[in-house]
């Protein structure tokens, strides 16, 4: 069974940075794509930032030149630096994991951007 787990959110200042991690386990099928979503109150999911096994890493405007998206090199854990956070970060955070056959997502972790 297939689980991804993050950590990593908190409250912070705006301006401020955090790390997210999320790890995966029990992945059999060879894998695709990791990436963040996040989910602000009231807002549709988003696309954060993929990254591949082909070409360079695929982030949204909003998040451009502020955040960077790696993995390790088993490709089993994906991270997230979020580096000059705005209060219009705050939102919960999911990583997603997309194999051959399905994707799968954890369960989240809040991050929240004070003023």
């Given at each position: ?30 894998i695709l794509a ?82």
């Amino acid at each position: 069974q297939v689980q991804l787990v993050e950590s990593g959110g908190g409250l912070v200042q705006a301006g401020g940075s955090l790390r997210l991690s999320c790890a995966a386990s029990g992945v059999t099928d060879s894998i695709l794509a990791m990436a963040w979503y996040r989910q602000a109150p009231g807002k549709q999911r988003e696309s954060v930032a993929t990254i591949t096994n082909f070409g360079s890493p695929i982030y949204a405007g909003s998040v451009k030149g502020r955040f960077t998206i790696s993995r390790d090199d088993a490709g089993r854990q994906v991270y997230l630096q979020m580096n000059s956070l705005k209060p219009e970060d705050t939102a919960v955070y999911y990583c997603k994991l997309t194999t051959v056959r399905l994707g799968y997502w954890g369960q989240g972790t809040q991050v929240t951007v004070s003023s």
